[in-house]
């Protein structure tokens, strides 16, 4: 027996290390997080209960009394919680520092469809209410606040939202208060969530709140294209964040970095900042890489590049209203392919509701200092539009060997209240961006 147990720990050692390291050669800003410490302790959920994985006894008990064994045990460097093949049916849960949360290959976190046992918490500040609804909203499947050193990984084990009842009250309009993600983390530190499938999640995917020092990579996203706002991966006043090798295929944006909403998001403040996305393919009836639309906390220091999107609303999507306030500034995105898109480029100041009539509505965002270079687009059906608000234009937009071709014309580009410079673009760039006045920006900046 101690053989065997010594074998499967070396194993389950050895997938957890591969799946925090980055492949050979490739650039990688995974390093922002180190490596996790040795974890001085294992233990297994099935030693806690839970059916076994039967997919019908429901464990959030187990999970529950797994995490409070974490906690007394204080083993040195944290423990490994393991959840074998199978499916474990459970309701949400909350994780704890210094822990590793892996799922073997064949195993399932499924997430209960009895919404009534999902608690309610408070709202997030920088968003003053439920993003959907007013009042608090739904702990999240998987959930932490203010925890230090957390590994959600595996052998490409599921975490399964079973989203469709979710869903269903949205589209019928009696969801009573904000849907649950599958994964939030607030205020926490030296996160890794890897190697692991996300599936049919009832609201955004993976939301990192309030957090720094972020590697989301390996990590595979999937939700029906009609499924109301079942965003990808969503950064949300976060600072160095880094998002890698990803596949997503859902209902809404595939990855959407955020900032708060409205007053409540100035008022907090907390920008998103230093934040890399890199080798991100995937399809959405909405975006590839979007911003916004709640950036009232700011949004700056961004790059997104080697990215690959197919069969999505839009190539790239950048997004913010009047009465947002914050700014969106020191953006770039480069070398991205698309492939059957409606708008390879919205760049828009006039996107998404608000949380109530108190805002202010002469809080202009500022939007200032955009690159996007080396994106080649087929079968577009329109180049897009740059359209700043008039009374706070967006400035210093440079773009540079953009190129979309469609089976048919190309519907041309559309500009209002922006300035800055476009080099080697087709369709022919709008006249905005033709100036000499804005070509030195742009050239310094590629």
């Avoid at 499967?8 to 591969?18: D, E, I, N, Y």
């Avoid at 919205?346 to 200092?369: F, K, M, Q, S």
């Amino acid at each position: 027996m101690g053989m065997r147990r010594s074998s499967w720990l070396l194993a389950v050692a050895a997938v957890a290390a591969a799946a925090v390291m980055p492949a050979a050669g490739q650039e990688t800003c995974s390093g922002i997080v180190p490596a996790p410490p040795r974890r001085g302790a294992w233990m297994s959920l099935a030693s806690f209960g839970g059916g076994g994985g039967d997919g019908r006894t429901v464990s959030t008990a187990a999970f529950e009394a797994a995490v409070a064994s974490i906690e007394r045990r204080r083993a040195p460097g944290g423990a490994v919680l393991y959840v074998p093949a199978g499916v474990w049916l459970t309701g949400p849960f909350n994780l704890t520092s210094h822990m590793t949360l892996f799922l073997a290959r064949g195993a399932v976190i499924r997430a209960t469809q009895d919404t009534s046992s999902w608690p309610l918490i408070e709202a997030l500040p920088s968003y003053g209410r439920g993003r959907e609804l007013p009042g608090g909203r739904y702990m999240s499947l998987i959930h932490g606040n203010g925890l230090q050193d957390v590994v959600i990984t595996g052998d490409n084990g599921t975490i399964d939202g079973q989203g469709s009842a979710w869903w269903d009250m949205w589209k019928k309009g009696t969801l009573p208060f904000t849907r649950p993600h599958l994964l939030e983390l607030m205020n926490s530190s030296d996160v890794i969530v890897s190697n692991v499938v996300f599936r049919d999640s009832p609201f955004w995917n993976i939301h990192p709140v309030y957090c720094s020092n972020v590697v989301i990579r390996n990590v595979t996203v999937l939700a029906p294209h009609d499924s109301p706002n079942t965003d990808g991966i969503d950064p949300d006043s976060s600072s160095n964040v880094c998002i890698e090798d990803c596949y997503i295929s859902t209902g809404d944006d595939l990855v959407a970095i955020k900032s708060g909403w409205d007053e409540y998001g100035m008022a907090y403040g907390r920008p998103s900042s230093h934040i890399t996305i890199r080798r991100i393919t995937g399809s959405s009836p909405f975006a590839g890489f979007a911003i916004g639309s709640e950036t009232s906390g700011g949004v700056e220091h961004v790059i997104a590049e080697h990215l690959n999107f197919f069969s999505t609303g839009f190539g790239i999507h950048i997004k913010t209203n009047s009465g947002r306030g914050g700014f969106i500034r020191n953006i770039t995105v480069s070398d991205v392919t698309l492939d059957t898109v409606r708008y390879g480029l919205r760049i828009a100041g006039d996107v998404g509701g608000h949380p109530d009539d108190r805002y202010d509505r002469n809080a202009l965002p500022v939007v200032d200092n955009l690159t996007i270079k080396n994106v080649q687009g087929q079968n577009i059906k329109e180049a897009g539009s740059i359209k700043g608000i008039a009374t706070s234009a967006f400035s210093r937009i440079c773009l540079s060997n953009v190129k979309f071709n469609g089976g048919a014309t190309v519907r041309p580009w559309k500009c209002e209240a922006v300035s800055g410079a476009a080099l080697d673009v087709q369709p022919s760039p709008c006249t905005e961006l033709t100036s000499t006045s804005g070509m030195s920006f742009c050239t310094n900046s590629l």
